[in-house]
C-alpha cells in the first residue's frame, strides 16, 4: 500500500502562484513513476504532470501548463512538489498526485497508469 497527502491548495488571484506538496509513505520502494492530475467541476480527470520517482527525473507535461507549471521530487523526504505560476482561472479544479508502481513511462497521461492517489487539494484561481 501506498499513501498520498497533498497540501498546500488555497485560493489565489490571476496571475499568481501555489506549491503544491504531496508526501508519500508506505511502500514507497514500489513506486516508479509519480503523476498530478486535476479535476475541475464538471470535467473529467485530466493529466498535469508525470515524472520518473527514481532515475532520471525528466518531467512531462499537458500543453495547458507547459512553461508555468514545474513538477519536482525530493526523495529524501518522500515528497512530490508542484510549483505553478501565472496561474489562470481555468486552473480552478482539485488537484490530486498519484502513484504508479509499473516501470514504465507508456500512458504516463492515463489515470489507468496510476495504481494509488491522494484525497486532492483544492485550488482556486479568480480573475
Known amino acids: 500500500q501506498v499513501q498520498l497527502v497533498e497540501s498546500g491548495g488555497g485560493l489565489v488571484q490571476a496571475g499568481g502562484s501555489l506549491r503544491l506538496s504531496c508526501v508519500v509513505s508506505g511502500r514507497t520502494g514500489s513506486i516508479n513513476v509519480m503523476g498530478w492530475f486535476r479535476q475541475a467541476p464538471g470535467k473529467e480527470r485530466e493529466f498535469v504532470t508525470a515524472?520518473?520517482?527514481?532515475?532520471?527525473?525528466?518531467?512531462y507535461y499537458a500543453d495547458s501548463v507547459k512553461g508555468r507549471f514545474t513538477t519536482s521530487r525530493e526523495n529524501a523526504k518522500n515528497t512530490l512538489h508542484l510549483q505553478m505560476n501565472s496561474l489562470k482561472p481555468e486552473d480552478t479544479a482539485v488537484y490530486y498526485c498519484?502513484?504508479?508502481?509499473?516501470?514504465?513511462?507508456?500512458?504516463?497521461?492515463?489515470?489507468?497508469?496510476?495504481?494509488?492517489w491522494g484525497q486532492g487539494t483544492q485550488v482556486a484561481v479568480s480573475s
Open positions: 515524472i520518473r520517482w527514481r532515475g532520471t527525473a525528466i518531467p
Open positions: 498519484a502513484s504508479a508502481s509499473r516501470n514504465t513511462l507508456n500512458n504516463y497521461d492515463s489515470y489507468a497508469l496510476y495504481d494509488y
